[in-house]
């Protein structure tokens, strides 16, 4: 049986980072670099308030720019997803779509995914006019009309991005009242390009004979009166769920499905510990969760340690 020290579960910043540490305390961390290679910088363009970048830097850039420090010193990147966790063995077992390993320390980094409507309409036409990633599909509704649904930092950024492409951004935001940052909040509502439909829920997203979306139909979350938006895109940015589901039952977590986490970064189970936004629902920055990744190393080293042998 192949041994490791340590295996990192996600290739977000956290990991990463936990990643960057591990290796150089010589611990020679194995990386399952997950469904989502880079995490959710990757979906995004510009970081401006990641520290040591004054004019900003792309977020896929800066991703792979982690991932290069971190197999600079020796992190050994499996290019795969995680299929199962077993907890509850010694030394802990991860299968990655068929391959088994066996690790005596979890570092689980796997972040969280958008969150959605909840609408038929909207898995339907995910592709076909919805997204949940205005950089990665905002090229598709170049000078077209879309729409942002939230009223967070997300909704605005997204915006921001889209105000550059299409010839009009709507936000729908289900209150009078934004959620984002002021910054945020200040940017978006002076930008000409963008309107504001306030208090309105999508009820419905409309579609074309060719099944693409042509418009949404919208509800006064006051009035209850009801009005159809013509648009060619629609982009959720409604926030986020923690990437758990692997994980359910084996180790203590919040009712969100955020895994709980004490003393730094450890878990309810001895051995495995967790950073990044897979157990932060409040801060939730690329730079806090670089930061718990190198918390998570630590706590691993000092775990390994006190176990004798590393
Ligand atoms: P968020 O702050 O949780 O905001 C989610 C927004 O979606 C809220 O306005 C919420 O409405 C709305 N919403 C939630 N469920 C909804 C539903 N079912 N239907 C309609 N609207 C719904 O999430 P986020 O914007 O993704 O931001 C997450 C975190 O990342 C925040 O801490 C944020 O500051 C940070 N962030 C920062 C930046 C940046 O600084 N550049 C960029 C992106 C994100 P209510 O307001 O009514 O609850």
Known sequence: ???HNIVILGSGPAGYTAALYASRANLKPLLIIGAQPGGQLTTTTMVENYPAFPDGVMGPELMDLMRKQAERFGTRILNREATKVDLGARPFVVEAEGETLHSRVLIIATGATPNLLGLNSEQRLMGRGVSTCATCDGF?????????VGGGDSAMEESLYLSKL???????????????????????????TITFQWQSAVEEILENETNEVEGIRLKNTKTGERSDLALNGLFIAIGHRPN???LSGQLHMDEQGYIITENGTKTSIPGVFACGDVQDHVYRQAVTAAGSGCMAAMDAERYLEAEGGA
């Not at 598709?140 to 942002?148: S, T």
């Not at 299409?166 to 000409?192: W, Y």
């Open 166 to 192: 299409c010839s009009k951004v709507t936000v729908i935001h289900r209150r009078d009242k934004l959620r984002a940052s002021k910054i945020m909040q200040e940017r978006a509502l002076a930008n000409p």
């Open 1 to 3: 049986m192949d041994l």
């Open 244 to 246: 758990t589901a692997l």
């Open 140 to 148: 598709f509704f170049k000078d077209q009309e879309v729409a942002v």
